[in-house]
């Protein structure tokens, strides 16, 4: 049965430097999935690994449905067997001296399952993920993926109250990590499992969650909707590191509302959303996505005009540097057939609701 997870101020300091993870609170309601995203070292494997038991935290309070698995303040520790968790690593961590079945059935032993119910629960499992006809092949003969589902299989028949996964898709291909990230999804949708998910792939991180939480140094910058996180980041890193990375510097001229005007290099001036916080003088960077730069087109009330300096195509798209207000900035356009020039100039416009101004950050894009 799936269960809640409630995370709370938690805290993970090693020896020596910054902790690693840093007053981190969020709840996973039963059934949903959470992503918590990010570049290396800010503290979502250690998040999941103190929930998993793996480490132990240094302060805050960590429950699991009704009933609290670590809270270092009240002494209290429960070991990882006995969260009633799954885990799926990076590594299939499958055992290669064993049958497809004799890998799933594994944990339903460990739990002196009969032998009906446990032969009913790996038929099940085993039709979940797709691997039904491999039942008795040695893992060692399946594909890196299949492998992989076996992993998820033996983490699921049991139906633990949360299930936890690192990077599980990172050591496969390209092609099979689309296909089995949306199977994963599906599977999880399926089951009602509560999920939690570490990845650094902001692609991985929209399609599999319900909900993605950003970190960096340890802190939880956003946890939001893949949709608000995507269109509306809380800060310039978030921004920057879920895909906006054309930056335009300027000075706050006016606001009205949680729109302004934010005046760029040579005067020209960029109607913008403005984060809470900036007040009218203030300099700020102004992040747009590429996807959201429209060349060829003069609608609304970001119309400019640009020069073609740069050209890569890449069959259904092509990515363009151009140069507006003498900053270099990436446009992409969908389509199987370049339509400027390098060396022409061309309208381009931005919308509003596309344009993000947050207080000017060196430390963001530096990640």
């Known amino acids: 049965m799936s269960a809640a997870l409630d995370v709370v101020d938690l805290h993970k300091s090693f020896a020596t430097g910054r902790p690693a993870v840093d007053g981190v609170s969020f709840t996973v309601p039963a059934g949903e999935i959470v992503v918590l995203l990010g570049p290396s070292g800010c503290g979502k494997t250690t998040t999941l690994r103190c929930v998993a038991g793996l480490e132990h935290p240094t ?53 002196r399952t009969t032998r ?40 699921l028949v049991y139906r633990p109250q949360l299930l936890l996964l690192d990077e599980p898709l990172s050591n496969l291909d390209a092609k099979l990590r689309l296909r089995l990230r949306d199977d994963l999804r ?59 990375s054309n930056l335009i510097e300027g000075r706050v001229a006016g606001r009205d509302g949680e729109f302004g005007v934010v005046e760029v290099k040579g005067g020209a001036r960029v109607q913008a959303w403005l984060a809470r916080s900036i007040a009218v003088g203030e300099t700020v960077c102004v992040a747009v996505r590429p996807e959201n730069v429209a060349i060829g087109t003069s609608n609304g ?16 798209q092509t990515a363009y540097d151009i140069d507006l207000f003498g900053v270099r900035l990436e446009a992409l356009e969908l389509g199987t057939a370049a339509r400027h020039e390098v060396g022409a100039e061309a309208p381009v416009s931005l919308s509003r609701d596309a344009c993000w101004a947050y207080r000017d950050d060196k430390t963001a894009t530096q990640e």
């Open 59 to 111: 302060a805050g309070s960590i429950s699991i449905g009704d009933r609290v698995v670590s809270a270092p303040g009240q002494g209290i520790l429960v070991a990882p067997r006995h969260r009633e968790i799954g885990m799926v690593f990076q590594s299939y961590a499958v055992w290669p001296h064993m049958t497809v079945r004799q890998n799933v059935v594994y944990p339903l032993k460990q739990r």
């Open 186 to 244: 599906r599977i999880l949708k399926q089951t009602g499992m509560t999920a939690l998910y570490v990845t650094h792939d902001q692609a991985e991180a929209v399609v599999l969650a319900d909900r993605i939480g950003v970190m960096r140094d340890g802190k939880l910058l956003q946890m939001a909707p893949p949709a608000d996180v995507y269109n509306r980041p809380a800060d310039l890193f978030v921004a920057n590191f879920t895909g906006a």
């Open 116 to 155: 009906a119910d446990a032969d009913r629960k790996v038929a099940e499992t085993l039709e979940l993920v797709g691997l039904s006809e491999y039942a008795d092949r040695s893992v060692v003969q399946l594909s890196g993926g299949q492998m992989q589902r076996v992993a998820l299989a033996r983490s």
């Open 301 to 316: 009330s970001n119309a400019f005009t640009a020069r073609i300096v740069g050209r890569r195509y890449q069959g259904t």
